[in-house]
Structure formats: structure tokens, C-alpha cells
């Protein structure tokens, strides 16, 4: 798999790629945000194909990370591991968002980045839509309607940008509200991994639909076990 290396310290990146090409990669590294965006442009020579995972360092010199991954998401559906100190959820809600499929806080242990790696390989190789409910039916829950064929989702009408997972997600617990969904079973359906360190991931996500919908309570942790979706009142 090649994968690109966005990081502006050479040491680390040098250290990192070594690890990584023993573990059979081919390793691109980029030292700021312009180097990765042109590196992640259409190759126009066919013996080069497309990067795998895009491994992205947030403190850029030249422009901010999460600035970088919005562009890198208008041009490719690679995926996208941010890598950075920042470990506080907000700023994990926002780098998801924006696109990114991961979020690795340093410092990390190598054996977790390389797990992450392939899980997000396996996620985008199995097919976006893995984890979805297969349906061609509308649900509605109070002021919710999600639409599975075509994969979107409204709160009183008004339209609300999701992502792939985020979606998969949310359809799959509103396809049995007040059942509780151990944590388990959601990575299993939705992550296509049993690898524990998605967790965190899992955790992230939850916040992020709470946030979207503007309904804090539409989803409840069930503590030591996992989620529910509380129907609304008169759903």
C-alpha cells in the first residue's frame, strides 16, 4: 500500500516511514500542506497508483492540518488518519467533520497506528456503505426522518450534512429505538473491525450526532454497556 506521511519534522517522519516500510509500505512523506495536495492530485502515471491512507500532522507550517483535510477530501475519498497532540474531543468532533476517518492523539504507540491503518483500509476496500442497514425504507423519529436509499437525514425538514459512518451510525440504531446496542456490536456493524482501540472513535462519533441533530438526548449511553436511541415523544 503506498501511504502519505504529511509531517514537517524530518526526524520523526524518517523514524516513522522506516517502521512503516518494514511493515510493507510505500511511504510519500510530505513536509507541509502544499506538498500534500499536490501529491494527492490524480496521478497522470499509471505506474503509481493511488495512496492508500493518508497520514496527516495537524501543525503544519505553512497552513493549518484541518485546513488541509477539507482540501484533501474535495479531491480524493482516500482515507485520512489525523495525527496530533490534540487529544480534546472538540477538537476530534472538528477533524471528523471535516472528513477525516481517524483521529491518533500523540503520543501513540506504533502496533495501535499500524491497527488504525488497516482499519481504515479494510473500511474503504469492504465499501463505503458496509456498515449501513440494507433498506429501501424511510425512518421517522419525531422530527428525524433518515432516509436510508439515499443516505440522508433531516431534523423538521432541514437537511443535516452527516458523515459515512456518522450516518451508519445513526441508521443502525434507529432501526431498533430503546435497544440497547452494546459497544461491541456497533464497532462490529459499523467499523467492520472487532479491534478495541475504536472505542474512541465510537465515542467521538456519538458527540458528533448529538451535536448535528441538536438533540442531546435522541442517543443515550448506557453506562459499562453501550447506546440506545430514545425515541422522541410521539415518534
Not at 450516518?167 to 467492520?192: C, H, K, M, N, T
Request: net charge neutral; glycine share 8%; aromatic share 4%.
Amino acid at each position: 500500500m503506498r501511504l502519505l506521511l504529511v509531517e514537517d519534522d524530518d526526524h520523526v517522519a524518517a523514524a516513522l516511514s522506516a517502521v512503516l516500510a518494514r511493515h510493507g509500505f510505500e511511504v510519500v512523506h510530505a513536509r507541509n500542506g502544499e506538498e500534500a495536495l499536490r501529491a494527492v492530485l490524480p496521478a497522470t502515471d499509471p505506474a503509481k497508483p493511488p495512496f492508500g491512507v493518508v497520514l496527516l500532522d495537524l501543525g503544519l507550517p505553512d497552513q493549518d492540518g484541518y485546513q488541509v483535510c477539507g482540501k484533501i477530501r474535495k479531491l480524493t475519498s482516500t482515507p485520512v488518519i489525523m495525527v496530533t497532540a490534540r487529544s480534546d474531543v472538540r477538537s476530534r468532533i472538528h477533524g471528523l467533520n471535516l472528513g477525516a476517518d481517524d483521529y491518533v492523539v500523540k503520543p501513540y504507540d506504533t502496533g495501535e497506528l499500524l491497527a488504525r491503518i488497516h482499519a481504515v483500509s479494510r473500511r474503504t476496500t469492504s465499501g463505503d456503505d458496509a456498515g449501513a442497514p440494507a433498506s429501501d425504507e424511510a425512518l421517522r423519529l419525531g422530527p428525524v426522518t433518515i432516509e436510508l436509499p439515499t443516505r440522508t437525514v433531516s431534523v423538521d425538514g432541514a437537511p443535516v450534512q452527516l458523515t459515512r459512518k456518522e450516518f451508519d451510525l445513526l441508521a443502525l440504531l434507529a432501526q431498533r429505538p430503546g435497544v440497547v446496542f452494546r459497544r461491541e456490536q456497533i464497532i462490529s456493524e459499523v467499523w467492520r473491525t472487532s479491534w478495541e482501540g475504536t472505542g474512541r472513535t465510537l465515542e467521538v462519533h456519538v458527540a458528533s450526532l448529538r451535536s448535528k441533530l441538536r438533540m442531546p438526548a435522541l442517543i443515550e449511553t448506557v453506562r459499562g454497556v453501550g447506546y440506545r436511541l430514545v425515541a422522541p415523544v410521539g415518534a
